[in-house]
């Protein structure tokens, strides 16, 4: 098993850049695909990005594409969520989640969850 622990959200101003980590515990994230979700209040958890150390693959969600990178330390055992050019729609939880196998962005196929950090964007 795998435990996630997310930090990093804040309030920012649209515009700004934030950082989201999701550091891991129990087994090496490198044998892990990993992902970030969000959920706005009233609204499904929705895929944002994940990465495939074993499949050197990343994909993201189009309303992100082009502004969020994800990416990982294997040797700190962490995952980030680089956030850039931040708008207003972009606030909600964001969790950090874990699967083994292929890469999916389907929230259902993911085992291991993290708590959630809490990212809000003011207009």
């Known amino acids: 098993q795998v435990q996630l622990v997310e930090s990093g959200g804040g309030l920012v101003q649209a515009g700004d850049s934030l950082r989201l980590s999701c550091a891991a515990s129990?087994?090496?994230?490198?044998?892990?695909?990993m992902a970030w979700f969000r959920q706005a209040p009233g609204k499904e958890r929705e895929f944002v990005a994940a990465d495939s150390w074993e499949e050197a693959t990343t994909t993201y969600a189009d309303s992100v594409k082009g502004r969020f990178t994800i990416s990982r330390d294997n040797g700190k055992n962490t995952v980030y969520l680089q956030m850039n050019s931040l708008k207003p729609e972009d606030t909600a939880v964001y969790y950090c989640a874990a699967r083994t196998f292929y890469l999916t962005n389907r929230r259902g196929d993911y085992d291991y969850w993290g708590q959630g950090t809490q990212v809000t964007v003011s207009s």
């Open positions: 129990g087994r090496t994230v490198s044998r892990y695909v």
